[in-house]
């Protein structure tokens, strides 16, 4: 892999179909591939796993999204507001991190983290951006200094999927723009001078 060249992985979503989590996941990683990343998203029905288990056997779906997680140069969590927090199916696909704990560059370590955050108001959207937030740190990521809030209760997509609020859509952009840059920039440091420390030190 060249050094400048990202992959970013996009982890979330609700499984209602149109869900405007997904669709504003995609949104952000239409604007990495404009900006030359190579993007992979894992959504929906790729989330439905079984209730994180440590040591549990592994089915593809569950590899799957450990392997993306493990290979992403930088990534994107997208999730819906459910009563305050982030969802249960995008925190027990991040509990699925914990597969990472002895991998060389542990869980989330020393890659850049955008965050989009769904919701049916201001508060719901801000404190599940908040939870994200933490967990991030928890994984040891980055997250990028702009958390994106999408606020449902006005129209935001239109039917195929373009962002109708051209200042929602900056966002969007100025998201994938701090998460490229910051990987791009990142990919020259060793690990060790990013912040990686052994597991469980
Ligand atoms: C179980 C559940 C809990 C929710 N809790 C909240 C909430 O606390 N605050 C809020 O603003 N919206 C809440 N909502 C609304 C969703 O966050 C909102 O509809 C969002 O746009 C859903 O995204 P989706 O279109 O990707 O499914 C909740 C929805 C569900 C199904």
């Not at 992403?72 to 027990?92: C, E, R």
């Not at 997509?157 to 609020?165: E, H, T």
């Not at 990987?183 to 990686?196: D, K, L, N, Y």
């Amino acid at each position: 892999m060249r050094p400048d060249e990202v992959t970013v992985a996009g982890i979330g979503g609700s499984t209602r179909p149109g869900s405007s989590t997904e669709t504003a996941l995609r949104a952000v990683l239409a604007e990495a591939e404009r900006l030359g990343a190579r993007t992979l998203c894992l959504t929906a029905g790729d989330l439905v796993l079984p209730p994180y288990e440590s040591g549990g056997v592994r089915g593809p779906r569950q590899r799957r999204l450990v392997e993306a997680m493990a290979g992403a140069t930088a990534l994107v969590l997208a999730s819906p507001a459910y009563h305050g927090t982030m969802s249960g199916l995008v925190k027990n696909a991040l509990d699925y991190a914990e597969d990472l704990r002895e991998h060389p560059a542990p869980y989330f370590s020393g890659r850049p983290v955008g965050l989009l955050a769904v919701a049916r108001g201001a508060q719901g959207a801000a404190s599940a951006l908040a939870s994200l937030r933490s967990t991030v740190h928890a994984l040891r990521g980055w997250p990028t200094p702009l958390g994106v809030t999408v606020d449902t209760s006005r129209a935001c997509f239109g039917p195929d999927g373009r962002c109708l609020d051209p200042r929602l859509q900056h966002h969007f952009t100025a998201l994938a723009e701090q998460l490229v840059g910051f990987a791009r920039h990142t990919s020259a440091i060793p690990a060790c001078e990013v912040g990686t420390q052994p597991a469980r030190a």
